[in-house]
């Protein structure tokens, strides 16, 4: 057996023995009712975490079948060099950012050099950058935050690597787990108490079904949930078919304790097809604390040297009426022009 394989088939033993252990156990309504309300109380709780911290992202392969491989040979022939993908090297990146309570921000370091800062505070969002060896940030992206739904949305799904990765025990797949329970489409199918590793856990076998076109990729059956309701009801895994016939698996390990809530010290993605079930991805991620308790004025423009935006004054000021003059000023000689050649 080779190494692909005997990698293969450790993984699926491992993924059938979880489940065949946590399937085992009698549906517990009062637990139901338990676990829906902890979840509940954690989302208002976790306004007290404040932290700053860095990862890094490993992308590979846990196992490669032969048919992957000759995709992926026919897939690179037509991509550039770096867009290339080797199925036996890993592909690593590292991320930093922070979150206070609601608010959020990323700091990115440009390949070409220089920095870009991406933040979201109570009343706006905005990123800025600067190029290598300019000390000033210039701004590059600010929105007014409950201005318009659709924009709200495109800063949420911004903000959520850094969210999703801080608070990656109650996130579940891109969104926060009490949003989740709370969605329409999550029908729960059975709760029941586990036990592993001399833990007490509650498993949450679920379906989210979600029949809105513009949300299909929040599709989940045959999807299940493993908290642990001593660290306020914090993800240890979870799992699910989601759309397209990929079978992603999650599992979490608790790192240092911030506010008492327990921050991930890695965090790993596995994912196959059902059409090519021997080839398995894997995503990785690490986390380390840099700092607790992140400044609330590291999250504003002003910080970073420029000015905060004022919504509430009209942008037709002082750059509008130059805007007008200069067009009115255009068109009384557009007009003149005409009146002399008339008059030759």
């Known amino acids: 057996m080779n190494g692909s394989l005997r990698v293969l088939a450790s993984v699926s033993w491992m993924l059938l023995l979880a489940n065949a252990t946590l399937r085992a156990q009698a549906d517990d309504p009062a637990l139901q009712r338990r676990f829906l309300e902890g979840v509940r109380q954690t989302a208002r709780k976790l306004d007290q975490i404040s932290v700053h911290a860095k990862g890094v992202n490993t992308q590979d392969f846990a196992a490669v079948s032969k048919k992957a491989r000759a995709d992926l040979a026919e897939f690179n022939k037509k991509r550039r060099p770096e867009q290339r993908i080797d199925p036996d090297k890993a592909r690593t990146r590292t991320f930093e950012g922070a979150i206070r309570g609601s608010f959020t921000l990323e700091n990115t370091k440009r390949r070409e050099g220089g920095d870009r800062v991406m933040a979201k505070n109570d009343a706006y969002a ?19 935050l409950h201005a318009d739904r659709a924009t709200d949305r495109r ?3 911004q903000e959520e690597p850094i969210r999703g990765s801080i608070l990656a025990a109650w ?4 969104h926060p787990l009490s ?19 001399s833990q007490d856990l509650v498993r949450v076998d679920f379906d989210h079904l979600v029949d809105d076109p513009d949300r299909k990729r929040d599709w989940l059956s045959d999807a299940f949930l493993v908290c642990d309701p001593a660290t306020n009801w914090a993800l240890k895994e979870y799992g699910a078919t989601r759309p397209g016939g990929g079978v992603h698996r999650v599992t979490i390990e608790f790192g240092e304790l911030v506010s008492g809530f327990p921050i991930p010290s890695r965090f790993t993605f596995l994912t ?3 059409n090519d079930p021997e080839t398995i991805s894997r995503n ?3 986390l380390e ?8 004025e590291e999250f504003y423009l002003s910080h970073y040297g420029l000015p ?22 255009i068109i009384i000689g557009m007009i003149l022009m005409r009146r002399r050649k008339a008059g030759r």
């Open 126 to 144: 905005f990123a800025i950058g600067r190029s290598p060896g300019i000390a000033s940030y210039g701004l590059e992206f600010l929105e007014r």
């Open 155 to 157: 800063i949420e799904e």
């Open 171 to 174: 996130h579940v797949f891109g």
């Open 179 to 197: 949003r989740l329970v709370e969605s329409p489409w999550f029908k729960i199918k059975k709760v029941s108490a586990v036990r592993s590793e």
């Open 272 to 274: 196959s097809s059902l």
């Open 284 to 286: 990785a991620n690490t």
């Open 289 to 296: 604390i840099l700092r607790r308790g992140v400044p609330e």
């Open 308 to 329: 905060e935006p004022n919504f509430g004054r009209s942008w037709f000021g002082a750059w509008g009426l130059c805007l007008t003059g200069a067009v009115a000023c």
